[in-house]
């Protein structure tokens, strides 16, 4: 089981493999403590997905568990259309598409097939605009695949001991900064 990573953590990663680390530290800790103004929003723009009151439909399933045997990951999705078989990863808002979101759509996208769906079409949902954009599926993207399965093994390969960051924006945009010996943004 100590191999099993969530899907949440595919995008965390790539921004800072030590935000994983101050995530599980202050994850019981009140968030008003520790998340910014817009992590808040966030949550909060994805409240009626976690509780399961975004739709009333029968076709339309949100907040399911999910988990995928062949890649040994575990997480909830966002939106889930049977009728369409579009598989939906909902942000307050997107003005890029980062590759943590599409990882973290493919992690969900694999446990859906996994789990014996139909999974026929991806899309990210940008909240604040109602804009879509529509991901290929990792069949059809064979470079944004191979880097999605690279992103595991170095996960699963990550050596925090070992790990200096050297990218002070990502530091600069850290809510954990402050408590982190290994900001880019100390110095020596």
């Known amino acids: 089981m100590d191999d099993i990573i969530l899907i949440s953590n595919l995008n965390d990663f790539i921004f800072c493999p030590v935000s994983i680390y101050f995530h599980g530290l202050y994850g019981g800790a009140d968030v008003l403590t520790f998340q910014t103004k817009s992590q808040l929003n966030g949550t909060k723009a994805h ?14 399933v949100t907040g399911l568990d999910v988990y995928s045997d062949k890649y040994r990951l575990v997480g909830k999705i966002d939106m889930y ?11 307050k808002h997107v003005s890029r598409i980062y590759d943590g979101y599409v990882f973290q759509l493919y992690g969900q ?6 789990m014996g769906y139909a999974v026929d079409s991806l899309r990210i949902h940008s909240i604040d605009d109602n804009k879509n954009y529509n991901i290929d599926l990792p069949e059809n993207d ?9 992103l595991i093994s170095d996960m699963r390969a990550f050596d925090m001991d ?3 960051q050297e990218n002070s924006q990502k530091c600069a945009n850290c809510i954990y900064e402050d408590a982190c010996d290994r900001s880019a943004s100390r110095g020596d």
């Not at 976690?50 to 439909?57: A, I, L, M, N």
């Not at 996208?109 to 996994?114: A, P």
């Open 47 to 60: 409240e009626s997905v976690d509780t399961g009151k975004y739709s009333t439909r029968k076709d339309i």
């Open 81 to 91: 259309d049977s009728r369409k078989k579009m598989l939906v990863e909902r942000k």
């Open 109 to 114: 996208y694999y446990s859906m097939i996994d």
């Open 142 to 150: 064979k470079d944004m695949k191979n880097r999605f399965e690279q």
């Open 162 to 164: 070992k790990f200096v």
